[in-house]
């Protein structure tokens, strides 16, 4: 009985204080990558290992979960790898005065996390240190771009002090 009236209290009390929370805004800044939004499909260029391959690909890109997040779908196609998919989830952290980002695919055993900001009509982002499969730990560079009326994206990798493209792609509305 005394674990009875000790729930209820606990469930009156989070309800009194769930009346008085009221969610923040959303960012002004998220606004700085509203060039990314929309649906695109294009042309990409893939270099591993000196290999080079052509692709396409598309991302569904939208704002998600009460305007606080930017959320892409990407659905693409390269005749060395195949069919791929990925996901990425980003947000602008007031606190850090950054953007994050996480995208996820099957090609990495988790999430590569990156950090950066809008300069210029491009977000420019880089990840933290991450571990590859077969290639030790690694740092990327996405940089997101508006060219007109295209979105342009290239991936590079860290190679000493030099950025070494990975993918480049070119993207228009549809």
Request: charged share 25%; with cysteine; hydrophobic share 40%.
């Amino acid at each position: 009985m005394r674990y009875l009236f000790s729930l209820s209290l606990l469930v009156a009390v989070a309800l009194v204080g769930a009346q008085d929370f009221k969610p923040s805004k959303p960012p002004e800044e998220i606004k700085q990558v509203s060039f990314m939004l929309g649906n695109w499909q294009g042309k990409e260029m893939f270099t591993f290992g000196g290999m080079k391959s052509e692709g396409t690909g598309g991302h569904h890109v939208q704002i998600a979960l009460a305007g606080r997040f930017v959320e892409s779908h990407y659905r693409g196609k390269n005749a060395s790898m195949g069919d791929m998919e990925g996901r990425l989830l980003m947000c602008y952290d007031p606190e850090a005065k950054k953007f994050k980002s996480w995208w996820f695919d099957a090609a990495a055993p988790g999430a590569l996390e990156m950090e950066g900001n809008v300069k210029g009509e491009s977000l420019v982002m880089e990840s933290k240190p991450m571990e590859m499969p077969g290639e030790g730990l690694q740092t990327y560079r996405a940089v997101f771009a508006k060219k007109g009326e295209q979105l342009t994206f290239v991936l590079s990798m860290k190679q000493g002090s030099e950025w070494v493209p990975m993918i480049e792609a070119t993207y228009s509305k549809k």
